[in-house]
């Protein structure tokens, strides 16, 4: 078979191929990132890239301008080499530079973070991860005395601290003679507590700097955000985030399941996230650190049920079908060297359960963050994330289910869309008179695309302003330029930035495909909300906390989400933004080892509601759809509002 | 630095070196294995190779003939690349062919096996290796019971065979889905008892052939045996042996602690006796056995201090440097992915405890298997293999030492010394008259050297003939063309075997230096038994049982070996000789799980004691080094046989 190179640029990273490779995949052979949210199916047009000379073979979309076309510009995943080619791509700057709202040094004084800590004191539990250090000497050798290393330290510790029976793993076996005779048989043994009995994890000399750390991982989707714990201090002292570079095999879980059912890619696939994100974002952490990986010796992990199954390599392929069965819901602890997390190979890795297929331990991490596990009132707990799942409850009852809301809330599948991230505008208001927009761009930089609270605030503002009805559609009676339609995708469509003051020069638009994307994606959350509810007889009005997390993001416009019928129409004084409440349940079992007995618990305790098996589901969805429900005394404030005019 | 090729015929191995590189050091690099008991200080001679062509430096040595250089033979380790190099060598047949008198199929119905069992299961000690299967059928999952597959298999157990709380490893998770949907949720689970509770080890489809097996291994300092158990049936049902490959770093276990000091030293040694050697052994057995690695789940070693610290890749140095303190004398429980064993990797890793430095596993494996520890009369146990261990005593009071008796035993540091393998003369008898030797030959080939047993023949025949007086010196008077004098060596010899009939066409001979080695070896381990029996007020006198083991071999005369002064003048009723205790150590670690108990409390028992500290050791070894003994005393039946003639 006649093999091609292909080079990419910038990084000039290259790769020999068989003629007839599809690009995105050559790519992704090569370590280069190229986004690709529809997983390669030519969908989304994201994966652009740009021909700098080379043979190849492409097929037809309606996503590339003539104009595109007339640059170079092509779809990567529509591009076959059929010789030698040069390619640029604007490699992995979205996924490094992804704005995560995470925890940062010094959030440990952070409100939310405190609050979420007390929830747990409260009950009794202490602030302890499971580590302890001791200082011991011990008799140096000699031939009286010729007790091998390990036995001489298992004696001075049974004799002088009463520990024994602990188990210690072969790494800290191999060492130990150097490391007792460098320090003149002064050392530091660091243990580690577990079910069965202690694990001597660490032998090291005594000194200040001999400090132990934890991580704490979010493993979303979409993005991954890691917190540097001293286990000591309890200080959070470096905090990192990025995109899953699994983003280059699809945007949602179910590409990413489907990919990871091809030759080797299930290992691919763990690898883009252990090896591609987790341990370069650790490497980050380290350096800005300055500590030793070895020292790193506790670990968390939350993710969505899909992502802590790709994480450890566990087969996915049941998860994407009826009756969407997880491989597990608690896996066993385990250590970094089972996985490959780049610390010390013998850090006990915790993940924390998930409670079924479309319901991770990202929620249920959530759920131990915002306390419904220990609330009388009735909370509803909505993560918007890539997906939406909803958590219903209190401390005797908790319901969840998942939305099929998709990437929308964070920009994807939306032409305009993009994360949260410098270049997106993520407020937006429209005069009601000129339907001129003002917006404000996240950075100091000119706008790139729209991210999840823009499009809120956007569609919101379009509907008050009448520049689209109740079904999205966009009005061919308004007078504005801004107002025009789309030859090529025979749509109608609105002007929101021009190009002359954009990043690249297009204009950003967004059409009624793309609104008609954004309402599904809310009409999913609403609807999964209410049938939950109903489905052990409440409504709305039974709410008395909406607690919302996720990536949708700090500067949510509540009121516009309330207009545009995604969140229930109620006393605004019951709502609350806690960030990613996934991060913060992981951050809490880090610190708080009965917490990790907690996560279990609660994924016990959590009834998985699965929306597609109940019968009035598919008509309350259709309902929600609309601008911003049919059923208009479900939004009595908006109903008045829409009346005033 | 200049670079020069290396070919190593007739595997056409290559390798690339700086220029001045040590050709012995290049056929390591090269994965060519070179034997070099000495370590590669030029003082053994068997590192010979051939030089075919190419440029290089050399060392001069006596210890190559101008015969031998003519014909293009040098010391690896005496040569230097200059330039590139075409070399051949007789590559690892060496290794690979040794003999070893291990456990063979069929076995365990051997007497000496079933002795060894008996001994056990008089104690009550049961034949339960700690593996059991259960035979489960899950209910298939459906939207109504949508549990995870691990939840799922958890709950029968649970329910149906009341197991819970196992552990179970990521690697048994990973394929979990896909084995229990092959098999329609009708499945084997098979579970290791540990310590700290079960381990689900494998899932299996349900059928005959879903057995599950266990290694035992010895580690020898120069052969490595493994046998292959069906832990079902209990049968051994494969065998394989060879060389350990770490003879390339030395004979002996000072010259592997040596170049295990050096830069990537210790995890190239290491990799020598796991991948070179041991993970060929257990390729062997699988394909001998057609299983499959994956179901071999436990594995035992028993290997002295030097080799299990070697094996398990933990820092030596100390072993060898006063006062002499291993790293660990008991090792934690391991996995043989910790090690990289090429068996499942979840398999149980049994190392047999070592008692001191120059005491290990294997000796303490061999006391397992000949019961001292529960004997009430007084034994003397000698593993006489490439070092010479000694144990004394019984169930009350085990003593044990070290003799540095060196490789002289298995055929070292003998110019015409080799292990027992085809080609070994392993029998001599000696006319007394024309002093023309009588020879066996193992196998059906031309003799090419002597072995231990061989060797003791010869000096006790050449004493009982007067060609050798009680200080090993050869006679200058008798009349025989087969006693000469070496004019390169400058002492006398006697040749063996002339060299039309040997398999290389040199002479086999024996000369003074040879001689004087072996009595050193002989002396050492007579006068270390003698001491360690004084230092508790005995004599040989006191000895009820003496059991010889190790790779001095099955043919070992017992007469002769008294008559040299290597064993006790004593009853020669009280000799046994066991083999392999050390492998038959393992195999009952391997089948019975409390073995591993007693082994520990064994090696607790057990009391080192330290030769080279007993102030008159250093004259009775010199006593001993004559034949057989200057206290003539000590052999009275050597004394009577000498005054009959
Ligand atoms: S003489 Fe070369 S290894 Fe011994
Ligand atoms: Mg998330
Ligand atoms: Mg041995």
Redesign the interface.
């Known amino acids: 078979m006649e093999k091609c190179t292909v080079i990419f640029k910038p990084s000039n990273k290259s790769i020999s191929v068989t003629k007839g490779t599809n690009l995105l995949e050559a790519a992704r052979k090569a370590g280069v990132f190229i986004d690709a949210p529809c997983g390669g199916k030519g969908r989304c047009g994201k994966c652009r890239v740009k021909i700098i000379s080379g043979d190849y073979k492409e097929e037809i979309t309606s996503l590339l301008t003539s104009e595109d076309r007339q640059k170079g510009i092509r779809l990567a995943c529509l591009t076959f080499v059929e010789g030698d080619m040069i390619v640029e791509v604007e490699e992995s700057k979205q996924v490094q530079n992804i704005l995560v709202e995470g925890i940062k040094p010094g959030d440990e004084k952070n409100e939310r973070v405190l609050k979420a800590s007390k929830l747990l004191e409260e009950e009794g539990i202490k602030k302890e991860c499971g580590v302890f250090n001791i200082d011991i000497e011990l008799p140096e050798?000699?031939?009286d005395d010729?007790?091998?290393?390990?036995?001489r330290l298992k004696r001075e510790l049974k004799v002088k601290y009463n520990i024994e029976n602990f188990?210690?793993?072969?790494n800290v076996?191999?060492?130990?003679?150097?490391i007792l005779?460098e320090n003149n048989f002064k050392v530091r043994a660091t243990f580690l507590k577990g079910k069965?009995?202690c694990e001597l994890i660490r032998i090291k000399a005594r000194n200040k700097e001999t400090s132990t750390y934890g991580i704490c991982v979010d493993i979303g989707t979409t993005t991954v955000a890691v917190n540097l714990i001293d286990l000591e201090s309890n200080k959070i002292i470096a905090a990192a985030s990025s995109g899953n570079l699994q983003m280059q095999y699809g945007g949602d879980v179910i590409s990413r399941i489907i990919y990871a059912s091809t030759e080797g890619g299930l290992e691919k696939i763990k690898s883009a996230v252990v090896d591609g994100t987790i341990n370069r974002l650790i490497d980050e952490l380290v350096k800005k650190a300055n500590i030793e990986k070895q020292d790193i010796i506790i670990s968390t992990f939350a993710g969505n049920t899909t992502m802590t199954h790709l994480f450890?390599?566990?087969?996915p392929?049941?998860i994407r079908v009826?009756?969407?069965?997880?491989?597990?819901?608690?896996?066993?602890e385990?250590k970094a060297k089972?996985?490959g997390i780049d610390i010390n190979p013998e850090a006990k890795v915790i993940v924390i359960p998930?409670v079924?297929?479309y319901v991770g331990g990202d929620i249920v991490s959530g759920v131990l963050a915002t306390g419904i596990w220990k609330e009388e009132k009735n909370v509803l707990f909505m993560d918007l994330g890539t997906n939406g799942e909803i958590v219903f409850g209190n401390k005797d009852l908790m319901l969840t289910c998942a939305c099929s809301a998709g990437p929308a809330f964070e920009g994807g599948e939306i032409s305009c869309g993009m994360r949260a991230m410098p270049g997106a505008i993520d407020e937006i208001s429209i005069d009601r008179k000129t339907l001129e927009p003002k917006i404000r761009v996240i950075g100091n930089v000119k706008p790139k695309g729209i991210c999840g609270s823009g499009l809120i605030d956007l569609l919101a503002e379009m509907f008050l302003s009448g520049i689209i009805n109740s079904k999205g559609e966009i009005s061919k009676e308004l007078e504005s330029d801004r107002i025009r339609f789309d030859e090529d995708l025979y749509v109608m469509e609105y002007v929101v930035v021009w190009g002359k003051e954009t990043a690249d020069g297009r204009d950003i638009t967004i059409n009624e495909i793309d609104i008609s994307n954004f309402l599904k994606a809310k009409g999913a959350v609403y609807s999964g909300s209410n049938v939950l509810l109903k489905s052990v007889g409440f409504s709305m009005d039974d709410v008395d906390k909406v607690i919302i997390a996720g990536g949708i993001g700090q500067n949510l416009h509540i009121e516009n989400a309330i207009m545009i019928g995604l969140l229930p129409d109620i006393d605004r004084s019951k709502f609350s933004y806690i960030g990613n409440s996934s991060l913060l349940g992981a951050y809490l079992c880090l610190l708080y080892e009965q917490a990790r007995d907690k996560v279990k618990e609660i994924a016990d305790a959590m009834t998985?509601v699965?929306l597609s098996?109940y019968p009035s589901y598919m008509d309350e969805f259709i309902s929600a759809c609309f601008l911003p429900h049919t059923d208009m005394n479900l939004f009595p404030s908006v109903m008045s509002l829409l009346n005033q005019k």
């Not at 188990?167 to 072969?170: A, E, H, K, Q, R």
């Not at 076996?173 to 150097?178: E, G, I």
């Open positions: 050798p000699s031939i010729n007790v091998a290393d390990f036995e188990f210690c793993s072969l076996l191999k060492n130990m003679p150097k005779r069965n009995g450890l390599g566990v087969e392929a049941y009826e009756p969407y069965i997880p491989a597990f819901r608690e896996c066993p385990l089972d996985i998930n079924a297929s998985y699965e098996v």
